[in-house]
T-cell receptor, first 108, second 115 residues
Framework: DAKTTQPNSMESNEEEPVHLPCNHSTISGTDYIHWYRQLPSQGPEYVIHGLTSNVNNRMASLAIAEDRKSSTLILHRATLRDAAVYYCTPTTGNQFYFGTGTSLTVIP | DGGITQSPKYLFRKEGQNVTLSCEQNLNHDAMYWYRQDPGQGLRLIYYSQIVNDFQKGDIAEGYSVSREKKESFPLTVTSAQKNPTAFYLC??????????????FGSGTQLSVL
């Protein structure tokens, strides 16, 4: 199973970009990389996912390294609503592995 | 509105008692999952099901049981064999499409505590 390494916590000023890194060095060639975020006492919410090339949606951008051993979630302008725990989850055969994630604090 | 409904939101279990957590989805998803989350920890997979009347164990299935008699329902029973059941339980579902690897949709969770 692919395992992940993420910083335990990060801080960002409001309205500044945030780059959340994730290492997944044991990922297999067919694993997608998903990102989810979770507010306290709530279920996680899907953010973005990709396989090889960079991806953009209305919430964020996902930059995937050429060797696929790492990826970076980019929030272009952090808001207070973006404060959450962010999980990077490689998927193997529709099984999703969730590590401990990165707790993002947004400073007003 | 389409989505996943978990109930109850809070549940208390007495020692030696079995309790069942409900999970219903109206998204017409084939796959359903149960995760356990302990404070400050990530999510650990308990069981998952990709088709009616079939399910597979995840990483921490001991002390839990599930059934999948209908596509839209995937209840989880926490048995008396689970000695440390206090945790936040999350149900999720997804389409099954290996070409695009569909995303997970989560319910709002059930907090289980032991009396």
């Amino acid at each position: 199973d692919a395992k992940t390494t993420q910083p335990n916590s990060m801080e960002s000023n409001e309205e500044e970009p945030v780059h959340l890194p994730c290492n997944h060095s044991t990922i297999s060639g067919t694993d997608y990389i998903h990102w989810y975020r979770q507010l306290p006492s709530q279920g996680p919410e899907y953010v973005i996912h990709g396989l090889t090339s960079n991806v953009n949606n209305r919430m964020a951008s996902l930059a995937i390294a050429e060797d696929r051993k790492s990826s970076t979630l980019i929030l272009h302008r952090a808001t207070l609503r973006d404060a959450a725990v962010y999980y990077c989850t490689p998927t193997t055969g529709n099984q999703f592995y969730f590590g401990t994630g990165t707790s993002l604090t947004v400073i007003p | 509105d389409g989505g996943i409904t978990q109930s109850p939101k809070y549940l208390f279990r007495k020692e030696g008692q079995n309790v069942t957590l409900s999970c219903e989805q109206n998204l017409n998803h084939d796959a359903m999952y149960w995760y356990r989350q302990d404070p400050g920890q990530g999510l650990r997979l308990i069981y998952y099901s990709q088709i009616v009347n079939d399910f597979q164990k995840g990483d921490i299935a001991e002390g839990y049981s599930v059934s999948r008699e209908k596509k839209e329902s995937f209840p989880l029973t926490v048995t008396s064999a689970q000695k440390n059941p206090t945790a936040f339980y999350l149900c999720a579902s997804s389409k099954l499409d290996r070409a695009t690897n569909e995303k997970l949709f989560f319910g709002s969770g059930t907090q289980l505590s032991v009396l």
